[in-house]
Nanobody, 126 residues
Framework: QVQLVESGGGLVQAGGSLRLTCGASGRTFSNSALGWFRQAPGKEREFVAAINRSGGSTRYADSVKGRFTISRDNAKNTVYLQMNSLKPEDTAVYYC???????????????????WGQGTQVTVSS
């Protein structure tokens, strides 16, 4: 059974930092690409960052480029999202997800992902 569990969310002031962690199981982690998405109230779930199986390819939404960093530790079956210089508009529930396929590439489309965690709330106060 595929399982992804996010943690590390919370309340932070604008300009602050948080690191999200996602532990994964039920699939060969080192063969899988992963991604982070977020969903704010009343809005569609949107792409944030993605990483391929080796960590050598990463992609970011324009809104987070230069502030967020995705990384992974294949020995720990864990993917991270380091979020710096947080803004109130970053407030959302953040989800990690497994991508379909061989894991060679990183993916930005929601349709390329087939397993999701339950999400972790990030709230940035102004």
């Amino acid at each position: 059974q595929v399982q992804l569990v996010e943690s590390g969310g919370g309340l932070v002031q604008a300009g602050g930092s948080l690191r999200l962690t996602c532990g994964a199981s039920g699939r060969t982690f080192s063969n899988s690409a992963l991604g982070w998405f977020r969903q704010a109230p009343g809005k569609e779930r949107e792409f944030v960052a993605a990483i391929n199986r080796s960590g050598g390819s990463t992609r970011y939404a324009d809104s987070v480029k230069g502030r967020f960093t995705i990384s992974r530790d294949n020995a720990k079956n864990t993917v991270y999202l380091q979020m710096n210089s947080l803004k109130p508009e970053d407030t959302a529930v953040y989800y990690c997800a497994f991508a379909r396929g061989s894991g060679t590439y990183s993916y930005i489309q929601r349709r390329d992902y087939d397993a999701w965690g339950q999400g972790t709330q990030v709230t940035v106060s102004s």
